[in-house]
């Protein structure tokens, strides 16, 4: 009695020794339970049910949104068992939540909490009557704050009843035939993150989103977008002031109409299009395109070029431009220019009223947005002793056009900068950009009066030529994704030896003690340590103490599998320290990224 009763206290506190070495949130990795449904439970073969498929994460953590905003994360997707004939009609996921996490440099889309997929489905008619079970999966991947866990799937059944189609009312067809309708919000999981933040702003109902809308109108006129247009409408307003004696309130408010209409218009063709417009600058090349329209509108600031319209055009504008027509035409032409340039802010908005499909209420948001930006002019214009009293053009209006040059180059920039920094090859990429802009200019945008036609001719070749290698540049370094460029940074530094079934490592009888790293191409906590821990200048020097394995699980073979058994590596990353003897030192193993000083006092109490 007695020695069962002292093996039970040996084992009772082992158990607890070994709980309390081991990360707390990984004593339940089953962070997700489900709860499937069919509704309605009995029909006819050949009719359309919906599957409710409830979903429960534990506190603390989250899964991916079905379409999360990085291409490495794995996506939470739902699949059916394909034994029971039924066909897909379409799948609604929640609407993602978008959070910052400590491994994250931009907010991720996720789903937390308690949240539901539907999924509308037609039973084959073929299926015979009687009892049968929907069965599924669901894919996902769980992480919290620190780390993630490899990706992971859960099985789901539904319990169904096939009856004979007589015996289904008609009113019962009806109503589920109407159930597989597509909902005017069926890509709601679509949204970027500015798009959400937009959609918060219109879900709060027509009054906020209107009071909004024209705050960023409002907050436009703060932006370098709209300060080539400022010295132009403040010469118009002056010679309007100057040809009109009475109040200049209905040329103020035809110029303030035409710059709203504009954007008006802007929300009506994204009302019509329906298209994800949300992603577009984090398309690279879209925003090369976008860098080179303002490199070229600020060499037309230092006097390169002049962006003029046809002459027939410029005399048919020139004959109405006093009066309110006059001012309804320039505040058209104050919209165009504009709006192109602002679509880098505005383009969660518009893409959310495509996306949504909001015709009639995406115009009136965007008038509204266009009366904003134009109530500091209209403002202006009223006040005509002010108007009076600015200063006549002349010089200083040339060096002012060479201000707003140098800022577009700013803005340019600002556009650059985010795209160039996730570029394994920032140099081609920056070089690039140069050909492609100097082909331009030296091919075509230089109007330089003297030029000879052969030369012309040698000008539009060479440009050609310098166009053809900056866009080859580019996509050299648009190829070489930053996870690459992370880890082949990372690798440069530290002399890294990869694990794998054609080349194991006997690390166990390694002179030096042994640091691994596990870690899978999905897993953001494990790319941070690359741009952060393993490229500090004290662990690189401290590595060379150690023998620095990694060990990808992305898609891990029988032997890597082997090796994450028998450490029980159950998320990523994993860091398993061991001493010379090859043993692990299991008190400072960590299941999560771990920065630079961190890592450091972990390396120096194996190796002071």
Known sequence: MRRSSAFLLIFMFSFIYVTALLPQNFLETEIVTLDAAVEPDSVAAGQAIQLILRVKINNGWHINAHKPLEEFLIPTKLEFDSTMKIEVVKVDYPLPKEIKFAFSETPVLVYAGDVTISA????????????????????????????????????????????DAKSNTKSDSTNLQGSVQPDENADSQNFSADELYAKKLIDKGFFYAALAFFLFGLGLNLTPCVYPVIPMTVTFFGAQAKDQKGSNFWIAFFYLIGIAIIFAILGLISGFAGKQWGFLFQNPWFVVVIALILLAMSASMFGVFEIQLPSSLMTSLGQSRKGTLGAFIMGLTVGVVIAPCAAGIIIGLVGLVAKLGLVVEGTI??????????LPYFILANLSGLLSQ???SGLWMVWIRKFFGILLIGVAFYFLVP???????????????????????????????????????????????????????????ISSTSSNAEMVQAEELIEWKHYSAKEPIEFKTSEKPVIFDFYADWCAPCKKMNRTTFIDSAVVQKSQEFLMIKVDCTNPDAEISRLMKEYQVVGMPTLIFLDKSGVEKAELRAVQDVGPEEFLLKMQQIVP
Request: net charge positive; aromatic share 14%.
């Open 120 to 163: 509308h489905l037609k039973v084959s008619e073929k299926v015979f009557a009687g009892s049968h079970t929907l069965k599924g999966k669901l894919t996902f991947q769980g992480c919290n704050d620190q780390t993630c866990l490899a990706p992971n799937e859960k099985q789901f059944n539904a319990a169904l009843t096939i009856v």
């Open 365 to 374: 948001l965007f008038f509204i947005m266009g009366l904003g930006l134009g």
């Open 390 to 392: 600015l200063p006549k």
């Open 419 to 477: 795209q160039a920094s996730r570029m394994a090859d920032q140099q081609s990429f920056y070089f690039g950009l140069i050909a492609l802009f100097g082909g331009l200019y030296l091919g075509f945008l230089d109007r330089e009066h003297g030029y000879k036609t052969n030369f012309n001719h040698f000008r539009a070749v060479f440009g050609i030529l310098l166009i053809i290698l900056g866009v080859f540049w580019i996509n050299e370094a």
